[in-house]
């Protein structure tokens, strides 16, 4: 009964260009709500949770599972608030089904399976990784497939060939690590609090590129990526200093790092859109914000003659606006509303 008088008022709005959104985001350590109207932000709530990582040097995922159980309400009342809303005047919801740990997923899930069942309203499930691509649709307006992005997190990094709003081909993806997991574990290594890639971001501004690190995949033809080794070589050095008893030059460690790893991701990504003829190269996902990745590939598209588009740095770690951005434009892609027997799923692919 639900699932017909949901599809029922999603063929009803489907058409709207002011449809209201109201979406969730609980992937990992962010609880999120947000509402969007077309492609207007109203309300943009998120409750971190970096500070009760801090302490274990990562996300635990059953404290985070807990704590956005404790947050999630008070963040969609937050978010009807800001945006001087109530449930009266959302058209329809939209939650992240995956990627991401598994138990943060289903708080979000149920919590809004939940919300779409009590006001009989439409529920779009949104992959993660495409929700961080549609960040840039709000902040770039203008922008529109076909074009590269290079996505850069936590959990993934790929180049995707963005075809359509919903149309996904990936064209190289990481072998092992990705960028952000890597930035994390050179950080603890060199004693940086969680989260490590603005740790080492600040550390590396004072250091030089002095230490060689190894290039994976050197005169390889390829789009993919490997990060393992990479991190690798800088335990491996970190070693053997303490071993000897010698200090270790941090800074110049982690700029040395910082410069081999945003090094790969533009050459690889400059590359992928010049055999691929296309102009625009977008950048979504935390790693996103980097400041020396950011520098370069507006160097490299200045130089090619390329666009470069991103988010805003709110926007590039996980949001809510996000999602919502990426439900709306999947509806404009044909994507139908789903029943109240979707399932969180930690692993999914971003072609999904």
């Given at each position: 009964?639900?699932?017909?008088?949901?599809?029922?008022?999603?063929?009803?709005i489907k058409d709207k260009?002011?449809?209201?959104?109201?979406?969730?985001?609980?992937?990992?350590?962010?609880?999120?709500?947000?509402?969007?109207?077309?492609?207007?932000?109203?309300?943009?709530?998120?409750?971190?949770?970096?500070?009760?990582?801090?302490?274990?040097?990562?996300?635990?995922?059953?404290?985070?599972?807990?704590?956005?159980?404790?947050?999630?309400?008070?963040?969609?009342?937050?978010?009807?608030?800001?945006?001087?809303?109530?449930?009266?005047?959302?058209?329809?919801?939209?939650?992240?089904?995956?990627?991401?740990?598994?138990?943060?997923?289903?708080?979000?899930?149920?919590?809004?399976?939940?919300?779409?069942?009590?006001?009989?309203?439409?529920?779009?499930?949104?992959?993660?990784?495409?929700?961080?691509?549609?960040?840039?649709?709000?902040?770039?307006?203008?922008?529109?497939?076909?074009?590269?992005?290079?996505?850069?997190?936590?959990?993934?990094?790929?180049?995707?060939?963005?075809?359509?709003?919903?149309?996904?081909?990936?064209?190289?993806?990481?072998?092992?690590?990705?960028?952000?997991?890597?930035?994390?574990?050179?950080?603890?290594?060199?004693?940086?609090?969680?989260?490590?890639?603005?740790?080492?971001?600040?550390?590396?501004?004072?250091?030089?590129?002095?230490?060689?690190?190894?290039?994976?995949?050197?005169?390889?033809?390829?789009?993919?990526?490997?990060?393992?080794?990479?991190?690798?070589?800088?335990?491996?050095?970190?070693?053997?200093?303490?071993?000897?008893?010698?200090?270790?030059?941090?800074?110049?460690?982690?700029?040395?790092?910082?410069?081999?790893?945003?090094?790969?991701?533009?050459?690889?990504?400059?590359?992928?859109?010049?055999?691929?003829?296309?102009?625009?190269?977008?950048?979504?996902?935390?790693?996103?914000?980097?400041?020396?990745?950011?520098?370069?590939?507006?160097?490299?598209?200045?130089?090619?003659?390329?666009?470069?588009?991103?988010?805003?740095?709110?926007?590039?770690?996980?949001?809510?606006?996000?999602?919502?951005?990426?439900?709306?434009?999947?509806?404009?892609?044909?994507?139908?509303p789903v029943d109240i027997?979707?399932?969180?799923?930690?692993?999914?692919?971003?072609?999904?």
């Amino acid at each position: 009964m639900y699932f017909d008088i949901a599809n029922k008022k999603f063929d009803e709005i489907k058409d709207k260009e002011d449809k209201v959104i109201l979406a969730v985001e609980s992937s990992c350590d962010e609880t999120a709500c947000a509402i969007l109207k077309g492609k207007e932000i109203k309300a943009n709530i998120i409750a971190s949770q970096i500070e009760i990582h801090k302490r274990f040097g990562g996300v635990v995922p059953e404290i985070a599972s807990r704590n956005h159980i404790m947050a999630i309400q008070n963040c969609v009342d937050e978010a009807l608030k800001e945006a001087n809303m109530t449930l009266d005047d959302i058209d329809l919801f939209a939650v992240t089904y995956g990627a991401g740990l598994l138990g943060a997923l289903l708080v979000g899930v149920s919590y809004i399976k939940a919300l779409a069942f009590a006001t009989q309203k439409p529920l779009i499930a949104v992959n993660h990784i495409k929700g961080h691509i549609a960040a840039n649709y709000i902040a770039n307006p203008e922008l529109k497939p076909p074009y590269i992005c290079l996505i850069a997190s936590g959990g993934h990094t790929a180049i995707a060939h963005v075809k359509g709003y919903n149309d996904i081909e990936i064209l190289g993806t990481t072998q092992d690590d990705a960028c952000g997991e890597a930035f994390d574990k050179v950080a603890r290594v060199l004693g940086l609090e969680y989260p490590g890639g603005p740790q080492i971001q600040k550390l590396a501004k004072l250091g030089k590129p002095t230490i060689e690190i190894p290039t994976p995949y050197k005169d390889v033809d390829t789009y993919d990526f490997s990060f393992s080794g990479i991190k690798t070589a800088v335990i491996n050095y970190v070693h053997k200093l303490e071993q000897k008893g010698e200090q270790i030059p941090r800074e110049d460690l982690a700029c040395s790092f910082q410069e081999k790893v945003t090094d790969i991701m533009v050459n690889n990504t400059i590359k992928c859109a010049k055999d691929k003829h296309l102009k625009n190269i977008v950048i979504a996902g935390g790693v996103g914000s980097n400041e020396c990745l950011r520098a370069k590939m507006d160097n490299a598209a200045k130089k090619y003659n390329f666009n470069v588009y991103y988010p805003p740095i709110k926007l590039c770690t996980d949001n809510a606006v996000m999602i919502a951005s990426q439900a709306y434009h999947s509806i404009l892609a044909g994507v139908r509303p789903v029943d109240i027997d979707l399932d969180a799923s930690a692993n999914v692919k971003i072609t999904d």
